[in-house]
């Protein structure tokens, strides 16, 4: 079956760097777009980048603009989130998602914690 396995989170600084990484398995891993998503306390999830399992083009909100990169490894199943120059604002449960078939899959989610 479909698995997701998010990892890589912590506690850091305001304006340091954590690099979060989403291992994939169950499903043909370079046919389906990959997303990271975050959610913080009190509020509702929300998408922070996408990317292309065939052309490695990507997107962003603007709010990481700059500051946050997406990348993906086909041969190892694996898409990661390199953040930089993080903020308290970025504090949040970072989730991974995927959606083979049309269906919703997530992985249990990686904690951040950015501290001023």
């Known amino acids: 079956q479909v698995q997701l396995v998010e990892s890589g989170g912590g506690l850091v600084q305001a304006g340091g760097s954590l690099r979060l990484a989403c291992a994939a398995s169950?499903?043909?891993?370079?046919?389906?777009?990959i997303s990271w998503y975050r959610q913080a306390p009190g509020k509702e999830r929300e998408l922070v980048a996408v990317?292309?399992?065939?052309?490695?083009?990507?997107f962003y909100v603007d709010s990481i603009k700059g500051r946050f990169t997406i990348s993906r490894d086909n041969g190892k199943n694996t898409v990661y989130l390199q953040m930089n120059s993080l903020k308290p604002e970025d504090t949040g449960v970072y989730y991974c998602?995927?959606?083979?078939?049309?269906?919703?899959?997530w992985g249990q989610g990686t904690q951040v914690t950015v501290s001023s």
């Open positions: 990317i292309s399992p065939t052309t490695g083009g990507t």
């Open positions: 998602n995927t959606r083979p078939g049309g269906h919703d899959y």
């Open positions: 169950g499903f043909t891993f370079g046919r389906y777009l």
